[in-house]
């Protein structure tokens, strides 16, 4: 049962940062794609950060150079502990949004996901509530 649960939401005002948690639990798939999306109401949905297993990171050009998105994998396969995490510098009042983690598949492979950066709801295996993030 693969569950994913986002923290670290808040409100900060433009030009400051904030860091986004993930914890994800039983998901123990050797090769993968996980990303951070985000909605805003009225906007469309948009990924904004992506990590593959063996395939590095990629982020919208709307973040890029201000987001950064890693992980810690702690422990043995089948009970590691999995944390991605979405660093937020030099946040922008656009960047209000619900912010989610997401795991990609299986339609798409780890690469094709990272670099197509899916927003469709359709590709997306599991997703967490989400967490909140406003910008003044």
């Known amino acids: 049962h693969v569950q994913l649960v986002e923290s670290g939401g808040g409100s900060v005002q433009a030009g400051g940062s904030l860091k986004l948690s993930c914890v994800i639990s039983?998901?123990?798939?050797?090769?993968?794609?996980i990303e951070w999306f985000r909605q805003a109401p009225g906007k469309e949905r948009e990924a904004v950060a992506g990590i593959a297993s063996a395939a590095g990171t990629s982020y919208a050009a709307s973040v890029k150079g201000r987001f950064a998105i890693s992980q810690e994998i702690a422990g043995s396969q089948d009970n590691a502990k999995h944390t991605l995490y979405l660093q937020m510098n030099s946040l922008k009042p656009e960047d209000t949004a619900m912010y989610y983690c997401?795991?990609?598949?299986?339609?798409?492979?780890?690469?094709?996901?990272?670099?197509?950066?899916?927003?469709?709801?359709?590709?997306?295996?599991?997703w967490g509530q989400g967490t909140q993030v406003t910008v003044s």
């Open positions: 039983g998901y123990t798939y050797k090769t993968y794609c």
């Open positions: 997401a795991t990609v598949g299986p339609r798409l492979s780890a690469i094709e996901a990272l670099t197509i950066m899916t927003s469709e709801m359709y590709e997306y295996n599991v």
